[in-house]
């Protein structure tokens, strides 16, 4: 028996057996939504653990392929993994790749998000920078009394040269008049706990600034009807085998609906302008990045961005 995915055939008794291998060591089913935890869902694509320019194409995969299915979430529009990498498994990529990984945290301009939380507080306060990599937030918030979280040991060394850093959320003590999650929530299992326990540990009024991927692009869009037209099954969302490590990509819907499901009060999400390079032509690169720069105010954007804060006490 065979089962088709987007023209390529493949083994139906190999791929169960492959996945009951991965999920019994190094990966977990996800059956539902981890915002919204509805089932309806739709397979947008596959995933593998190489650059897609260096995965098959027309032709069956082989049995030492790691593949990866992507879901888009019928009710809140999150896409998703699943199954997923454990975190152990994750901060194993991650060791493994520090050097090449090392470029991708905080693609965030950081002048556009230090205007942002010196422009919206009303005093420089306490600030925690939850996934703080490098440190190049703690490092540029001059005037902040900043404070990191980083899991990964390569990555704490180096930020920690500019303020305390903690190698879990759990540790974190006291509370903080601003918390900022950039370009984090898209690579963790479970981005509502991440959410709420930064939540636990704001002051109340405090400012929450979030930067995550948009899942729903018009690049992206575009890149995979091409893949689909050429007969190829994969998709260029998420990657959680190969750097950026993402688990997941949020839309406007499901990053609002995860901040006030976890009890902040969401003031606006919106998209912003980057440049992604994909390997294609240049000029069709061009043409991308043009047309998301402009699209950015329709939801076009590369990135989603949020301010929130946490209600004040009655």
Same mark, same amino acid.
């Given at each position: 028996?065979?089962?088709n995915?987007?023209?390529?055939?493949?083994?139906?008794?190999?791929?169960v057996?492959r996945?009951?291998?991965?999920?019994?060591?190094?990966f977990?089913?996800?059956?539902?939504?981890?915002?919204?935890t509805?089932?309806?869902r739709h397979?947008?694509?596959?995933?593998?653990d190489?650059?897609?320019?260096?995965?098959p194409?027309?032709?069956?995969?082989?049995?030492?392929?790691?593949?990866?299915?992507?879901w888009?979430?019928?009710?809140c529009n999150?896409?998703?993994?699943?199954?997923?990498?454990?975190?152990?498994?994750?901060?194993?990529?991650?060791?493994?790749?520090s050097?090449?990984?090392?470029?991708?945290?905080?693609?965030?301009?950081?002048?556009?998000f230090?205007?942002?939380?010196?422009?919206?507080?009303?005093?420089? =306060?306490? +600030? *925690?920078d $939850?996934g703080?990599? %490098? @440190?190049?937030?703690?490092? /540029?918030?001059?005037g902040?009394?900043?404070?990191?979280?980083?899991?990964?040991a390569?990555?704490?060394?180096?930020?920690?040269?500019?303020?305390?850093?903690?190698?879990?959320?759990?540790?974190?003590?006291?509370?903080?008049?601003?918390?900022?999650?950039?370009a984090?929530?898209?690579h963790?299992?479970?981005?509502?706990?991440?959410l709420?326990?930064?939540?636990a540990?704001?002051?109340? =009024?405090? +400012? *929450?600034? $979030?930067?995550?991927? %948009? @899942?729903h692009?018009?690049? /992206?869009?575009?890149?995979?009807?091409?893949?689909?037209?050429?007969?190829?099954?994969w998709?260029?969302?998420?990657?959680?085998?190969?750097?950026?490590?993402?688990?997941?990509?949020?839309?406007?819907?499901?990053?609002?609906?995860?901040?006030?499901?976890?009890?902040?009060?969401?003031?606006?999400?919106?998209t912003?302008?980057?440049n992604?390079?994909?390997p294609?032509?240049?000029?069709?690169?061009?043409?991308f990045?043009?047309?998301?720069?402009? @699209?950015?105010?329709?939801?076009?954007?590369?990135?989603?961005?949020?301010?929130?804060?946490?209600?004040l006490?009655?």
């Amino acid at each position: 028996m065979t089962v088709n995915f987007f023209q390529y055939s493949i083994d139906y008794v190999e791929v169960v057996n492959r996945l009951k291998s991965m999920m019994d060591s190094d990966f977990t089913q996800v059956s539902n939504c981890p915002i919204c935890t509805s089932p309806n869902r739709h397979k947008i694509g596959l995933r593998g653990d190489r650059p897609i320019i260096d995965l098959p194409k027309k032709k069956s995969l082989s049995g030492s392929d790691l593949i990866l299915s992507v879901w888009d979430c019928k009710d809140c529009n999150h896409i998703y993994v699943d199954p997923c990498p454990s975190e152990k498994k994750l901060f194993e990529l991650y060791e493994q790749q520090s050097g090449v990984y090392f470029e991708h945290l905080h693609s965030a301009d950081l002048k556009g998000f230090l205007g942002l939380l010196n422009k919206n507080s009303t005093t420089k =306060g306490k +600030l *925690l920078d $939850i996934g703080c990599g %490098n @440190g190049r937030i703690l490092e /540029a918030a001059v005037g902040w009394m900043s404070v990191g979280v980083e899991p990964v040991a390569s990555f704490a060394s180096n930020a920690s040269r500019f303020g305390k850093v903690y190698s879990s959320l759990n540790e974190v003590s006291g509370t903080f008049d601003a918390i900022s999650i950039m370009a984090v929530l898209e690579h963790v299992v479970d981005p509502l706990s991440v959410l709420r326990k930064a939540f636990a540990v704001a002051k109340p =009024g405090a +400012l *929450l600034i $979030i930067e995550v991927p %948009n @899942g729903h692009r018009f690049d /992206a869009r575009i890149l995979d009807l091409m893949l689909r037209i050429s007969g190829r099954p994969w998709t260029v969302r998420t990657a959680p085998l190969q750097t950026p490590f993402h688990l997941s990509e949020f839309s406007k819907k499901s990053l609002t609906l995860a901040a006030e499901r976890a009890g902040w009060e969401v003031e606006r999400a919106w998209t912003i302008r980057g440049n992604m390079d994909y390997p294609i032509p240049r000029l069709i690169n061009l043409i991308f990045n043009l047309t998301q720069r402009l @699209g950015s105010r329709f939801g076009w954007g590369l990135n989603l961005t949020m301010l929130a804060r946490k209600p004040l006490e009655n």
